[in-house]
């Protein structure tokens, strides 16, 4: 029987919520650092040379693996123990956390989980990873309304440490109720802000000293959510939808920041039929109406 050859380790990165907005700004640097490296390595290999599409990095059109937040809780809580969350390259998708030797995954994954040398958990497939019934939608991990700050970072950082006493008793709404439900946190809080750099200035600016009350992030960055997929797409092919049509090219490549390949690919591509459906959160950011 064939060994199943274990991926490599995820790069890790780290959000301190002692140091949140350094940290912040920091881990805001050096994930679009570490991208322009892998897409750079994949362009090598493939004896090509690695371009950015108005001025902008794309995520990886050969997918890319995954990399790793580690959430750093405050030296007041009365937790110690870190965990970790896991994204995906291809998309910025947040798609499972690591709390406490266990993996908990979102239905619909796609992505290896880091080798067990980089975060250990059990080989019997019943305790070391738990796949919850949420999706990456919006819609399933408590919205994109969601209320942004050093307490809802906490409040993110408790329910994943608890997350297996919330399963075993039946009651996972922290994980997707509140202002700020734990699973939309990652999201909004991460994933969305490299893909709309106000967004994260945003963020950094009302959301991440120490003092600061956490604020509702504004609907003028929602309500873009789900239009990343065909904002990168307006990009690489220099046509707007009807629906964009109210913001000019320049307009729109001030809003992005990484852009999705995917849909790169897709502007090469013949159109699709009307009855092939793509679904993707952020991929067609309508999946997600999200991720």
Same mark, same amino acid.
């Given at each position: 029987?064939?060994?199943?050859?274990?991926?490599?380790?995820?790069?890790?990165?780290?959000?301190?919520?002692?140091?949140?907005?350094?940290? +912040?700004?920091?881990?805001?640097?050096?994930?679009?650092?570490?991208?322009?490296?892998?897409?750079?390595?994949?362009?090598?290999?493939?004896?090509?040379?690695?371009?950015?599409?108005?001025?902008?990095?794309?995520?990886?059109?050969?997918?890319?693996?995954?990399?790793?937040?580690?959430?750093?809780?405050?030296?007041?809580?009365?937790?110690?123990?870190?965990?970790?969350?896991?994204?995906?390259?291809?998309?910025?998708?947040?798609?499972?956390? +690591?709390?406490?030797?266990?993996?908990? $995954?979102?239905?619909?994954?796609?992505?290896?989980?880091?080798? $067990?040398?980089?975060?250990?958990?059990?080989?019997?497939?019943?305790?070391?990873?738990?796949?919850?019934?949420?999706?990456?939608? +919006?819609?399933?991990?408590?919205?994109?309304?969601?209320?942004?700050?050093?307490?809802?970072?906490?409040?993110?950082?408790?329910?994943?440490?608890?997350?297996?006493?919330?399963?075993?008793?039946?009651?996972?709404?922290?994980?997707?109720?509140?202002?700020?439900?734990?699973?939309?946190?990652?999201?909004?809080?991460?994933?969305?802000?490299?893909?709309?750099?106000?967004?994260?200035?945003?963020?950094?600016?009302?959301?991440?000293?120490?003092?600061?009350?956490?604020?509702?992030?504004? +609907?003028?960055?929602?309500?873009?959510?789900?239009?990343?997929?065909?904002?990168?797409?307006?990009?690489?092919?220099?046509?707007?939808?009807?629906?964009?049509?109210?913001?000019?090219?320049?307009?729109?490549?001030?809003?992005?920041?990484?852009?999705?390949?995917?849909?790169?690919?897709?502007?090469?591509?013949?159109?699709?039929?009307?009855?092939?459906?793509?679904?993707?959160?952020?991929?067609?950011?309508?999946?997600?109406?999200?991720?």
């Amino acid at each position: 029987m064939a060994q199943l050859i274990a991926p490599p380790p995820s790069p890790e990165f780290e959000l301190n919520l002692n140091k949140l907005t350094s940290t +912040y700004r920091k881990l805001m640097e050096e994930i679009p650092a570490k991208l322009e490296t892998i897409l750079n390595q994949q362009a090598e290999k493939e004896n090509t040379k690695f371009e950015k599409i108005a001025g902008k990095l794309c995520t990886p059109p050969k997918g890319g693996g995954t990399f790793l937040v580690r959430l750093v809780p405050r030296r007041e809580s009365n937790f110690d123990e870190p965990v970790y969350l896991l994204f995906r390259w291809k998309d910025l998708y947040f798609e499972a956390f +690591y709390s406490r030797g266990k993996w908990y $995954r979102l239905k619909d994954h796609e992505e290896k989980l880091p080798p $067990r040398s980089q975060l250990p958990y059990s080989e019997k497939p019943d305790e070391g990873i738990y796949v919850l019934m949420n999706t990456t939608s +919006y819609g399933s991990i408590g919205g994109s309304s969601v209320v942004l700050g050093p307490r809802a970072w906490d409040h993110c950082h408790v329910s994943f440490l608890k997350a297996d006493d919330l399963v075993r008793q039946s009651n996972k709404k922290p994980l997707t109720s509140g202002e700020s439900p734990a699973l939309a946190v990652p999201v909004v809080g991460i994933s969305e802000p490299l893909r709309f750099p106000q967004l994260q200035k945003w963020i950094v600016e009302n959301c991440t000293a120490t003092a600061s009350s956490d604020v509702m992030v504004p +609907y003028e960055f929602t309500k873009h959510f789900t239009n990343w997929g065909d904002l990168s797409t307006a990009l690489f092919s220099g046509k707007l939808t009807e629906k964009l049509k109210a913001y000019t090219l320049e307009q729109r490549a001030e809003m992005l920041g990484i852009l999705m390949s995917g849909k790169r690919e897709a502007v090469r591509s013949p159109p699709k039929k009307k009855n092939d459906h793509e679904a993707g959160s952020s991929r067609n950011r309508g999946k997600r109406k999200d991720n």
